[in-house]
């Protein structure tokens, strides 16, 4: 069985939500079952739906990072959450997209986020929203240098510098000041000297 969907996507109506193989084989008291494993609702919940959460709070960062809000504090507090989430998720084995049974015969395959997955999604659209806020951008470098330090998966530190290398040419286009941009390479060198550790 090859599952299409992952927890938290979005189903429209009559869409597969998996493939089976070979097809003779799927009587249908056994494509009930499968069926009877899905759960639908209206909303995402956090139940298995680990990007759900971080959504949450990077949607409530951005908003305060909107023009009309402008309130750089509360974003600030969001990221240190998600850095929070990012330290969590690198200390647990993200679970493998293949399932074998006791036999060790391939029995399903599901669609599995991965820590660069998770990192993106609680770190883009801040980086990309908080570019023009000082306060924000050096934020985030340190964040991420407290959260490298915490990593013991090299890969996992590589998914974090690059996006400290994102945040850094991305908060130096947009600052106007010798100063600010002196305090951003401070803190994007901490970061990489964390992470490349």
């Known amino acids: 069985i090859r ?16 493939l089976v193989w070979p097809p003779g084989k799927l009587a249908e008291e056994k494509c009930a079952r499968i069926q009877s494993c899905f759960f639908y609702g209206w909303y995402r919940t956090p139940v298995q739906d680990i990007e759900y959460a971080i959504d949450q709070l990077v949607e409530v960062a951005i908003r305060a990072l909107s023009p009309g809000i402008n309130d750089p504090f509360t974003a600030i507090s969001c990221l240190e959450w998600l850095g929070v989430a990012l330290i969590k998720v ?30 993106a999604a609680a770190l883009n659209q801040i980086r990309q929203y908080g570019r023009t806020s000082m306060a924000v951008t050096t934020r985030m470098l340190d964040v991420l240098a407290r959260v490298g330090a915490e990593l013991h998966q090299v ?10 290398q994102a945040m850094r040419e991305d908060g130096l286009v947009d600052a106007s000041k010798g100063r600010d941009k002196h305090a951003i390479e401070i803190c994007d060198n901490r970061a990489l000297a964390t992470l490349t550790a």
Not at 4 to 16: H, N, Q
Not at 109 to 118: E, H, K, L, N, P
């Open 3 to 18: 599952l299409l969907r992952r927890p938290g996507d979005f189903v429209a109506e009559k869409s597969d939500l998996a």
């Open 155 to 164: 890969e996992d530190r590589r998914v974090l510098f690059g996006h400290a």
């Open 90 to 119: 690198g200390e647990r084995k993200i679970p493998s997209a293949c399932h074998f049974d006791e036999q060790s015969h391939l029995r399903l395959v599901s669609d599995v986020t991965d820590y660069a997955g998770i990192a």
